[in-house]
């Protein structure tokens, strides 16, 4: 395979159009034109479907092109960790967490670190997966339980705890529940116990729903189970930390909380001397020390 020929062929395919990706290439349009056709040549098939408004893959175009985004996400993931010795914080950084945690604590906070160091590049996944650090699935991941994969750092950031809230405009047209028996007269806003979620949650829903509730709506994650409870759906269960961003939420039943569910963050071995590891890790720790601070006062 000729490299060369396989870089004009990714910057045509992004591109759409053999003009843009010259432009981009600062190569005459019809040195693409060559290059392609002798690409498509050297395998035997044809890469590209032309008509008037650019260029379309064909199947064959599609996988080739597949593969040349790969090579080029990890060469320039390999182009920032070489860089990563200096003191400059940028490059792509993949963080891999929960979809509550991810869309409700550390997305709204993520302006901050962007702020002091704009040239970073963030990759936010979030599922409730797992993914495997040691073979570079993320670089860094923050979890609702402590990392059982080998050559890790991990550290343990907060303690989150599952309890029940709803809205006072719910509360005032319903009333507050004082006993756990209460609950049977009302929503009960939650995840399935058959999903992907923290034990330690689960088995909440689960004893509450031995308390004979007649009516719930379940969602598959804790952003949906939020909105439902800020539109006044019923009462919902909740991790603590969303309570900092919506205030308007007011606890109900102190007694029902789960048990302690430890936060931690991970990175593999062989990043530890990264700067953007570091920058994203003190990030994470200031604003927890922050939330802490405001709680206190």
Same mark, same amino acid.
């Given at each position: 395979?000729?490299?060369?020929?396989?870089?004009?062929?990714?910057?045509?395919?992004?591109?759409?159009?053999?003009?843009?990706?010259?432009?981009?290439?600062?190569?005459?349009?019809?040195?693409?034109?060559?290059?392609?056709?002798?690409? +498509?040549?050297?395998?035997?098939?044809?890469?590209?479907?032309?008509?008037?408004?650019?260029?379309?893959?064909?199947?064959?175009?599609?996988?080739?092109?597949?593969?040349?985004?790969?090579?080029?996400?990890?060469?320039?993931?390999?182009?920032?960790?070489?860089?990563?010795?200096?003191?400059?914080?940028?490059?792509?950084?993949?963080?891999?967490?929960?979809?509550?945690?991810?869309?409700?604590?550390?997305?709204?906070?993520?302006?901050?670190?962007?702020?002091?160091?704009?040239?970073?590049?963030?990759?936010?996944?979030?599922?409730?997966?797992?993914?495997?650090?040691?073979?570079?699935?993320?670089?860094?991941?923050?979890?609702?339980?402590?990392?059982?994969?080998?050559?890790?750092?991990?550290?343990?950031?907060?303690?989150?705890?599952?309890?029940?809230?709803?809205?006072?405009?719910?509360?005032?047209?319903?009333?507050?529940?004082?006993?756990? +028996?209460?609950?049977?007269?009302?929503?009960?806003?939650?995840? $399935?116990?058959?999903?992907?979620?923290?034990?330690?949650?689960?088995?909440?829903?689960?004893?509450?729903?031995?308390?004979?509730?007649?009516?719930?709506?379940?969602?598959? $994650?804790?952003?949906?189970?939020?909105?439902?409870?800020?539109?006044?759906?019923?009462?919902?269960?909740?991790?603590?930390?969303?309570?900092?961003?919506?205030?308007?939420?007011?606890?109900?039943?102190?007694?029902?909380?789960?048990?302690?569910?430890?936060?931690?963050?991970?990175?593999?071995? +062989?990043?530890?001397?990264?700067?953007?590891?570091?920058?994203?890790?003190?990030?994470?720790?200031?604003?927890?020390?922050?939330?802490?601070?405001?709680?206190?006062?």
């Amino acid at each position: 395979m000729d490299w060369d020929k396989l870089r004009i062929f990714h910057a045509v395919a992004d591109a759409g159009s053999l003009t843009h990706a010259g432009d981009a290439l600062h190569l005459s349009q019809s040195a693409v034109s060559r290059q392609i056709r002798a690409l +498509e040549e050297s395998l035997n098939a044809t890469l590209f479907h032309r008509h008037a408004r650019g260029l379309i893959l064909t199947e064959q175009g599609e996988l080739l092109f597949d593969a040349s985004k790969a090579m080029s996400h990890r060469l320039e993931a390999a182009v920032a960790r070489i860089r990563d010795s200096k003191e400059e914080v940028f490059g792509e950084l993949r963080v891999t967490t929960t979809t509550a945690f991810g869309s409700l604590w550390l997305a709204p906070r993520l302006s901050k670190l962007y702020e002091k160091y704009p040239d970073l590049k963030i990759d936010l996944m979030l599922e409730e997966q797992v993914l495997d650090l040691p073979m570079r699935e993320a670089d860094v991941a923050i979890r609702m339980k402590e990392p059982s994969q080998a050559d890790l750092i991990r550290k343990r950031l907060m303690d989150v705890h599952m309890r029940l809230y709803a809205t006072p405009s719910y509360l005032k047209k319903y009333g507050t529940p004082e006993t756990l +028996e209460d609950l049977s007269q009302h929503r009960l806003i939650c995840q $399935n116990t058959a999903s992907a979620q923290v034990s330690a949650g689960a088995s909440l829903v689960q004893e509450l729903l031995t308390y004979e509730i007649k009516s719930r709506l379940t969602v598959n $994650n804790y952003f949906g189970v939020l909105q439902a409870v800020l539109h006044d759906l019923g009462i919902g269960v909740l991790p603590d930390y969303v309570t900092q961003d919506f205030t308007e939420l007011t606890r109900v039943l102190p007694q029902a909380e789960s048990k302690d569910i430890p936060v931690f963050l991970a990175y593999p071995e +062989e990043l530890r001397a990264s700067k953007r590891i570091e920058a994203f890790r003190d990030f994470v720790m200031e604003e927890l020390l922050a939330q802490r601070q405001s709680k206190k006062s």
